[in-house]
């Protein structure tokens, strides 16, 4: 941790050099997540002959395309945060892992209380009051303004005029996946992706958003104002605002209950005035998604896909949650899959 420190400190005086007798306090280690590793710390400085504090968070990014993602995330939350979007303040990104051993981004620090931790303790309270008429209802309010935002102004230039056809995205995202599928050997899961198929027709894209693709309560800040922030943007993409709403489903019907799958999405449609469409064919596209990212990370290890190692064992520890999504699956389109029954065996022994 010292040399990591020692580290940050030299790069941030040769980066900010009008923060003069720049140095790091509180440095600490607060990564809880799978796919990045987070430290938090403040810098002291010197500026017009005033000290100041300001406090910081560093993301180092894992895997074969960290540098990506590094940049991918950096830019998005910029525009984002020029959007007015309240996201954390994004400072600077760096590709070059000879720095500090990987990429990474630093951007600005809420100190606030995790949504996670608030829903978590109404659940196991049976608190259904706070759930209902405070956590769901600013949970969706702030899952409907980032679909609702204008999406060509935080897209990239060159995909502005892909997706004129309404069956566009979704036939180029379901051949993507298949490619994906091909590319790590997981044939086992084209069912899913054919089920997925033949129903194209049913499912046309109105609606192009900005989509986050991981937007649960783990990932929603709240200061002691009670302003809310919206972080972890390393998958955030644009496409059918429904892929973001059906893995957002999945995960809390997964970790939960389908009672509060249910109320998010009767929620969502209340205050967006808009009956959602074929909202299944959503929560089955999250189903192979997550069933991949399962299955590599068990067979080929989550590194693969630019998660922590640690990610295995996490898995494991809520184990739970895979075996309710394969029955889903199975509810849903009658299909099973070997593979994963024989991992559900391996995780329960």
């Not at 005033?50 to 406090?55: L, P, Q, T, V």
């Not at 194209?200 to 783990?218: R, T, Y």
């Amino acid at each position: 941790m010292k040399q990591l420190k020692d580290k940050i400190l030299k790069y941030l005086k040769n980066a900010c050099p009008s923060k003069k007798d720049l140095q790091i306090n509180e440095f600490c280690n607060i990564t809880n997540g799978w796919e990045t590793e987070i430290f938090s710390f403040t810098i002291v400085f010197q500026e017009n002959g005033n000290e100041k504090h300001e406090g910081l968070i560093l993301r180092m990014y894992l895997g074969n395309f960290a540098e990506n993602k590094a940049v991918k995330e950096y830019k998005s939350m910029k525009k984002l945060f020029e959007a007015k979007y309240p996201v954390p303040e994004p400072l600077l990104v760096e590709k070059d892992s000879s720095i500090l051993g990987k990429p990474f981004m630093m951007m600005g620090k809420i100190d606030g209380e995790n949504m996670g931790k608030r829903f978590l303790i109404a659940l196991e309270t049976s608190d259904q009051e706070i759930i209902d008429s405070k956590i769901i209802p600013k949970f969706c309010e702030l899952f409907i303004n980032l679909h609702d935002l204008d999406w060509e102004s935080v897209s990239d230039e060159k995909i502005k005029h892909v997706y004129s056809n309404p069956y566009s995205f979704i036939v180029n995202h379901l051949s993507n996946f298949e490619k994906k599928l091909d590319y790590f050997n997981k044939g086992e899961l084209k069912p899913i992706i054919k089920w997925l198929t033949d129903r194209i027709i049913n499912v046309p894209c109105h609606k192009m958003s900005v989509i986050h693709q991981d937007f649960h309560p783990h990932n929603i800040l709240i200061t002691k104002n009670e302003e809310h922030y919206v972080i972890d943007w390393s998958s955030c993409s644009i496409g059918d605002f429904r892929i973001d709403l059906g893995w957002t489903l999945l995960l809390t019907y997964a970790f939960t209950s389908k009672e509060i799958r249910d109320k998010i999405l009767s929620t969502y449609e209340n205050q967006s005035g808009e009956k959602i469409k074929e909202i299944e064919f959503f929560e089955v596209l999250a189903i192979c998604r997550r069933l991949f990212d399962i299955s590599i990370s068990f067979s080929q290890g989550a590194e693969e896909l630019g998660m922590r190692k640690e990610a295995v064992e996490k898995m494991k520890e809520s184990g739970f949650h895979i075996k309710k999504v394969y029955s889903l699956l199975q509810e849903k389109t009658g299909i099973s899959i070997k593979g994963i029954e024989n991992l559900l065996i391996e995780i329960s022994e």
